[in-house]
């Protein structure tokens, strides 16, 4: 049977982790009776981590990894991962703006229709997006250098639903530099890359409120990273270019 693990990276979410946990306990029991939920919790100042450890307590498909200083959250995530034990690993963000009708689909992509990497996209023609104006046109122009730059062929990089095939991930998780935000584009743009099966498909998606994102600062570090990338994977080998990515 596959085993899902399923990691939560959280700063700072006292106003609805343990709402998130229980709703995630909820949708991933209809989907399999093997999975684990791993609270991936660091530099929360706000009371994150007393409930984290609580839930941890008394369920014990619940597991709660903390670190006093914030991590970003890449390093939260890749040292989540390596803690893991199911077969199928996926995150999501604590603010459940993508809609968890969609979390049977993501985990399928991998444990039934074979897929190494998958992503929900806000960005396909068949998404359905609510957020802020500021936000959207951010995120398009974003995306945008990443398919010129960097070639990949995904709408959509940073949305934060993933699911991955342990083998595949471990491929690349100690490759990606990244340890914040930019660790899901690193990530599937490697993906690209070394021509493993990626699955991107269309969700309901509605902002989460409130945010962790700094827009000004958070942009020039992503726009920095992408051309770090760019320099990283033109000295790599010609056999590590893009070459395909499958799309819905
Ligand atoms: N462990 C850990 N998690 C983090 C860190 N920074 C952000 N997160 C988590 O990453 C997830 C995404 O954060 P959000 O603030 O929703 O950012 P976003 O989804 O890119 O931006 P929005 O579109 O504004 O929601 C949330 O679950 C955060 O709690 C960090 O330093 N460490
Ligand atoms: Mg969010």
């Known amino acids: 049977m596959t085993r899902v693990s399923l990691v939560l990276p959280a700063y700072n979410e006292v106003t609805r982790i343990e709402k998130t946990v ?3 306990a909820e949708t991933l029991r209809d989907i399999t009776s093997s999975f684990e ?3 991936a919790e660091d530099g929360s100042i706000d009371g994150t981590d007393r409930i984290a450890g609580k839930l941890a307590q008394e369920h014990n498909c619940i597991s709660h990894l903390h670190s006093d200083s914030r991590q970003g959250r890449g390093r939260a995530l890749n ?3 390596k803690s893991a034990s199911g077969d199928v690993l996926c995150y999501i963000d604590v603010d459940l703006a993508t809609d968890m009708s969609h979390l049977k689909e993501l985990i399928e992509s991998i444990s039934i229709e074979g897929y190494d990497f998958a992503t929900g996209s806000r960005m396909m023609p068949q998404s359905n997006v609510k957020r802020p104006l500021k936000r959207g046109i951010a995120s398009k122009g974003f995306n ?3 398919h010129t730059v960097l070639h990949s062929k995904l709408y959509d990089h940073q ?3 993933k699911a991955f095939k342990k083998a595949p991930l471990f491929e690349l998780i100690d490759d990606v530099e990244d340890e914040h935000w930019f660790w899901d584009t690193e990530l599937m743009v490697l993906a690209q890359a070394r021509e493993f099966k990626v699955k991107e498909f269309p969700v309901i998606w509605r902002h989460g409120g409130t945010t ?3 827009l000004k600062k958070d942009i020039l570090e992503m726009g920095s990273q992408i051309f ?4 990283s994977l033109k000295r790599q080998p010609k056999e590590k ?3 395909s990515c499958e799309m819905l």
């Open 241 to 243: 270019t893009v070459k």
């Open 228 to 231: 770090r990338l760019w320099w």
């Open 144 to 146: 945008f250098l990443v």
């Open 212 to 214: 962790k994102v700094n």
């Open 37 to 39: 939920i791993i609270i």
């Open 22 to 24: 229980n709703q995630t």
């Open 79 to 81: 040292r989540a991962f």
């Open 159 to 161: 949305c934060g639903f």
